[in-house]
């Protein structure tokens, strides 16, 4: 019984990881978010060549860090289609323009609970890229490497 109890809880907890939702789960001042997404486009222009490479964002970016993560890809040279809710479409509007052949993209920026610390982790197509930072002085300092998981 304890097995069969232990199994569903561990089931639930992965159905819960699996379920998780993407964006921006901070308070952040506009000026961390900045320098976050700085860095992020920064990363991502090291590993997706500006040229060849064309970001459909999956998630609604109303928040500061998502204004200024698609505003930093573009001033580096990226199309961005940006993310329409089915709901915000109506019935005679014409569909968004075809997203074949660009790569995902969707992020997840927390707060991590001590010390001012947060990460960002964007999902591009089936990678990860994560990275930590500390807030100081109004303003986000990496406390660590990216990483990266494919």
């Not at 901070?26 to 090291?46: C, M, R, W």
């Not at 204004?67 to 580096?76: C, F, P, S």
Request: some cysteine.
């Amino acid at each position: 019984m304890r097995k069969l109890a232990l199994v569903t809880l561990f089931a639930m907890v992965l159905s819960a990881c699996a379920g998780s939702q993407y964006g921006n789960f901070t308070q952040n001042l506009a000026t961390v978010d900045a320098k976050i997404a700085d860095d992020a486009a920064l990363q991502l222009s090291t590993l997706y060549p500006a040229a060849s490479t064309r970001f459909n964002v999956q998630q609604e970016t109303t928040d500061a860090f998502g204004g200024a993560l698609i505003g930093a890809l573009r001033e580096k040279g990226y199309a961005v289609f940006e993310y329409v809710a089915p709901d915000r479409l109506s019935a005679t509007a014409e569909a968004p323009a075809n997203r074949d052949g660009g790569v995902e993209l969707r992020y997840v920026l927390d707060y991590l609970g001590a010390d001012h610390m947060y990460s960002i982790t964007l999902r591009v197509d089936n990678r990860a890229l994560s990275r930590a930072y500390v807030e100081k002085d109004a303003t986000a300092l990496a406390a660590g490497a990216w990483t990266r998981k494919e």
